[in-house]
């Protein structure tokens, strides 16, 4: 038995295929989907969503959205989302560098709100190239 899953951002659908499992970060922790899950609604964070297709996982960043589960269809609805294979290893740990930099020379409560949210969204994209962790 599969799972039918859908993910999609303003401008594009990301994926649109069977999987047999997925893992998903959501705003209270990460969740396990198999096929039969109760229906649900939640709110995704920016983190690393976990794709099993037979004996193969692959990732993909998430930039925040909700996702909706029932009857073996997930519909995650996201900001952004990229496939780990998609990213630049080298462009993605630039971004991280300068994400860290420009923390650490944040100045007041909205410098640094957005410059530890750019932090989150780096080290996401440096996780998705990595796999599983």
């Given at each position: 038995m599969t799972l039918n899953l859908c993910v999609l951002t303003p401008n594009r659908i990301i994926w649109d295929s069977e999987a047999k499992e997925i893992i998903l970060s959501t705003n209270s922790g990460?969740?396990?989907?198999?096929?039969?899950?109760?229906?649900?609604?939640?709110?995704?964070?920016i983190g690393i969503l976990r794709i099993r297709l037979n004996d193969q996982w692959l990732t993909m960043a998430l930039m925040g959205g909700f996702a909706r589960i029932g009857n073996n269809e997930i519909t995650v609805l996201v900001n952004d989302a990229e496939k780990g294979s998609d990213i630049d290893p080298q462009e993605a740990q630039q971004t991280l560098a300068i994400a860290e930099a420009n923390l650490k020379k944040a100045e007041g409560k909205r410098q640094l709100i957005e410059a530890n949210l750019a932090l989150r969204r780096a080290r996401t994209r440096v996780e998705a190239i990595n796999g599983i962790s």
């Open positions: 990460q969740i396990g989907v198999l096929p039969n899950h109760a229906p649900i609604a939640t709110a995704v964070d």
